[in-house]
């Protein structure tokens, strides 16, 4: 639940003001209210946030004129925020064209994802929003689904949401939205495309696609961010890029930086990199803590690859990851991670139970590095079994006792250890991290140290997963 702090870590800017004031727009000023607590900020790239601005509410479900969150969406000027009115009756707001506007900054809230959603015609193929502004579009409280961008002349990009800037999303859900290349081209970020930063802050990105007609190149079946991908409290599952011929990353692509924490990356496809394909330049810092890489499937490497700049791993688990092929280019790769040249490091994690399907589960690799790629002497508390890379003495490499992925009390899957597990107290915990990825109550170090992985086994905490909440399954699309 933090990030080098006890405290849930709260995205930079400063923050927006929450003045519920009578009628369809009211000014906000400087002086926070405790209202604002769970919202993000808004500013755009490089620019100081705003001293004052709009709140402008929609009052009703309908598509266009007065009241509607097309019409307030239209009447915002760069820094605004449109908002649900608390009284909103309805619950479904079904757009009949793609919303599209270029204020640089813009926030579109709702009252929460279980009671605000965002869905479009089926006529409709031109996605539900788009950003056309350079700065930063938040989304917060919300679902968005159904969305479909269909593209013949140029890539199909963000099938629910596409921003020439950045992108914040807040406590909601992107899910059931399709990004599809037609003739020849191809489709990048079913759900969601951002020409900068995607965040995720306690939101969900599953059930997206992103196809190609003629098995044309697809990439980040859930999310493609060109900015790199900032997740915190966040799952990214069950998203497929699906062609005949070359998809990377199911359930997202950057070749941006990124940053992971208390996070799942579960149940996701594509022929290459199931769970996620990430290449920034080279010299970015990129960290994935409190972490569970889980159920993804590829061709090749059916976790993730990691190539480009160095990698930071910390008290991850990735296992459960199922690649059909065990080579590329005559090179030996790894079911659940395959890093790039440079020297990683990788603390208290446990890569293993990977399979790769020309293998068995006890020879299958599950960490592998392309040329130049070494692990570091700061990599210590390791469970790694099968790697083509040398390993840090101490380290763990028999098979794993895991159960299967389930909530285990919380929101994002983890596989709880048994009290057999050779993982239970034999890892250690960085400076700072007092939960394991569930948050609290559930403490980071229980007993004599720290567990290596995700979860911490605590056997005196009894916790009952949430009768409402489901493990998401990759969809069937519909080409």
Request: aromatic share 4%.
């Given at each position: 639940?933090?990030?080098?702090?006890?405290?849930?870590?709260?995205?930079?800017?400063?923050?927006?003001?929450?003045?519920?004031?009578?009628?369809?727009?009211?000014?906000?000023?400087?002086?926070?209210?405790?209202?604002?607590?769970?919202?993000?900020?808004?500013?755009?790239?490089?620019?100081?946030?705003?001293?004052?601005?709009?709140?402008?509410?929609y009052?009703?479900?309908?598509?266009?004129?007065?009241?509607?969150?097309?019409q307030?969406?239209?009447?915002?000027?760069?820094?605004?925020?449109?908002?649900?009115?608390?009284?909103?009756?309805?619950?479904?707001?079904?757009?009949?064209?793609?919303?599209?506007?270029?204020?640089?900054?813009?926030?579109?809230?709702?009252?929460?994802?279980?009671?605000?959603?965002?869905?479009?015609?089926?006529?409709?193929?031109?996605?539900?929003?788009?950003?056309?502004?350079?700065?930063?579009?938040?989304?917060?409280?919300?679902?968005?689904?159904?969305?479909?961008?269909?593209?013949?002349?140029?890539?199909?990009?963000?099938?629910?949401?596409?921003?020439?800037?950045?992108?914040?999303?807040n406590?909601?859900?992107?899910?059931?939205?399709?990004?599809?290349?037609?003739?020849?081209q191809?489709?990048?970020?079913?759900?969601?495309?951002?020409?900068?930063?995607?965040?995720?802050?306690?939101?969900?990105?599953?059930?997206?696609?992103?196809?190609?007609?003629?098995?044309?190149?697809?990439?980040?079946?859930?999310?493609?961010?060109?900015?790199?991908?900032?997740?915190?409290?966040?799952?990214?599952?069950?998203?497929?890029?699906?062609?005949?011929?070359?998809?990377?990353?199911?359930?997202?692509?950057?070749?941006?930086?990124?940053?992971?924490?208390?996070?799942?990356?579960?149940?996701?496809?594509?022929?290459?990199?199931?769970?996620?394909?990430?290449?920034?330049?080279?010299?970015?810092?990129n960290?994935?803590?409190?972490?569970t890489?889980?159920?993804?499937?590829?061709?090749?490497?059916?976790?993730?690859?990691?190539?480009?700049?160095?990698?930071?791993?910390?008290s991850?688990?990735?296992?459960?990851?199922?690649?059909?092929?065990?080579?590329?280019?005559?090179?030996?790769?790894?079911?659940?991670?395959?890093?790039?040249?440079?020297?990683?490091?990788?603390?208290?994690?446990?890569?293993?139970?990977?399979?790769?399907?020309?293998?068995?589960?006890?020879?299958?690799?599950?960490?592998?590095?392309?040329?130049?790629?070494?692990?570091?002497?700061?990599?210590?508390?390791?469970?790694?079994?099968?790697?083509?890379?040398?390993?840090?003495?101490?380290?763990?490499?028999?098979?794993?006792?895991?159960?299967?992925?389930?909530?285990?009390?919380?929101?994002r899957?983890?596989?709880?250890?048994?009290?057999?597990?050779?993982?239970?107290?034999?890892?250690?915990?960085?400076?700072?991290?007092?939960?394991?990825?569930?948050?609290?109550?559930?403490?980071?170090t229980v007993?004599?140290?720290?567990?290596?992985?995700?979860?911490?086994?605590?056997?005196?905490?009894?916790?009952?997963?949430?009768?409402?909440?489901?493990?998401?399954?990759?969809?069937v699309?519909?080409?």
């Amino acid at each position: 639940m933090n990030r080098h702090t006890s405290t849930p870590r709260r995205l930079p800017l400063a923050g927006l003001v929450l003045a519920f004031v009578a009628g369809p727009c009211a000014t906000a000023g400087a002086a926070p209210t405790a209202q604002a607590i769970d919202t993000l900020p808004l500013v755009g790239q490089g620019t100081a946030a705003p001293t004052t601005f709009n709140i402008r509410f929609y009052t009703n479900c309908d598509d266009d004129g007065m009241g509607s969150l097309r019409q307030a969406v239209n009447a915002s000027v760069s820094g605004d925020s449109v908002r649900a009115s608390p009284t909103l009756s309805c619950s479904t707001i079904t757009l009949q064209s793609p919303l599209t506007f270029g204020q640089a900054d813009l926030d579109i809230q709702g009252l929460g994802s279980g009671r605000t959603t965002i869905t479009a015609a089926a006529s409709v193929d031109g996605g539900l929003i788009n950003h056309i502004g350079s700065g930063r579009l938040n989304l917060q409280f919300l679902t968005l689904t159904g969305g479909h961008k269909y593209n013949s002349s140029a890539q199909a990009k963000g099938g629910c949401v596409y921003s020439a800037g950045d992108v914040a999303i807040n406590g909601s859900r992107i899910t059931g939205c399709m990004a599809k290349g037609l003739g020849s081209q191809a489709a990048v970020g079913g759900g969601v495309f951002s020409e900068g930063l995607t965040s995720l802050r306690l939101s969900e990105v599953s059930g997206n696609v992103a196809a190609s007609a003629s098995g044309t190149y697809t990439s980040g079946g859930g999310m493609y961010a060109v900015g790199g991908v900032d997740m915190d409290r966040s799952v990214v599952a069950a998203n497929a890029a699906t062609t005949t011929t070359n998809s990377w990353g199911g359930g997202f692509t950057t070749p941006g930086a990124v940053t992971i924490v208390n996070s799942a990356i579960i149940n996701n496809q594509a022929r290459v990199s199931g769970g996620a394909h990430i290449h920034p330049a080279s010299g970015s810092v990129n960290t994935i803590t409190n972490t569970t890489v889980s159920g993804n499937s590829a061709w090749r490497v059916g976790g993730l690859t990691c190539v480009g700049g160095t990698f930071t791993i910390a008290s991850s688990t990735i296992t459960a990851n199922v690649s059909l092929f065990g080579d590329s280019g005559g090179r030996i790769i790894g079911g659940g991670l395959d890093l790039g040249a440079g020297t990683h490091t990788i603390v208290s994690t446990l890569v293993t139970g990977n399979l790769v399907a020309d293998a068995d589960f006890i020879d299958s690799i599950n960490l592998s590095g392309s040329s130049g790629a070494s692990l570091g002497t700061g990599g210590n508390h390791d469970h790694i079994s099968g790697s083509t890379l040398a390993l840090p003495s101490g380290t763990i490499t028999t098979p794993s006792q895991l159960l299967p992925l389930a909530l285990n009390g919380a929101s994002r899957p983890t596989h709880a250890l048994r009290p057999t597990d050779p993982d239970v107290d034999a890892g250690s915990a960085p400076s700072g991290q007092t939960y394991d990825q569930r948050g609290a109550p559930f403490l980071r170090t229980v007993g004599a140290q720290a567990d290596i992985g995700a979860f911490e086994l605590d056997p005196d905490l009894i916790f009952r997963d949430a009768f409402d909440a489901s493990i998401p399954t990759i969809p069937v699309p519909s080409l």
